[in-house]
């Protein structure tokens, strides 16, 4: 099982930027997907997250209006678009992938977990 995350780097506040997540080893049609992300010296946390088709999506409160989480089942690919991006915004983002078919923001319930992309957000 991999899920490799990109599309991380420098911006400016107020800028955009787009992450991707390439999954493979699993079946990621059944999953329900998710991003989380962890600044310096803080605990991992809960950013949106989407369930296997697409139909439902759930985002932090800091997230809603900013950010948007989709899918593309046929390329196994995740997305998270991010725009008007904040100083605190700046962490490592991790996409995760649940068995389960509801959303759950909890970081205990994902099985699988990328490697990370570095978001920085200079003021």
């Known amino acids: 099982v991999q899920l490799q995350a990109c599309g991380g780097g420098l911006v400016q506040a107020g800028g ?8 493979s080893g699993f079946t990621f049609s059944t999953y329900t997907m998710g991003w989380f ?5 803080k605990e991992r946390e809960f950013v949106a997250a989407i369930t296997r088709n697409g139909g439902f999506t ?3 409160n800091s997230a809603k ?3 948007t989480i989709s899918r593309d089942n046929a390329k196994n690919t ?6 008007s991006l904040k100083p605190e ?8 992938a649940d068995r389960d078919t509801y959303i759950f923001r909890a ?3 994902y099985h699988y977990w990328g490697q990370g992309t570095e978001v920085t957000v200079s003021s």
């Open 89 to 96: 915004d700046t962490a490592v983002y991790y996409c995760a």
């Open 37 to 41: 992300r962890q600044a310096p010296g």
């Open 107 to 109: 970081a205990n319930r």
């Open 78 to 83: 995740l997305y998270l678009q991010m725009s």
């Open 16 to 23: 955009s930027l787009r992450l991707s997540c390439l999954a």
């Open 65 to 67: 209006g900013r950010f």
């Open 58 to 60: 759930d985002y932090t």
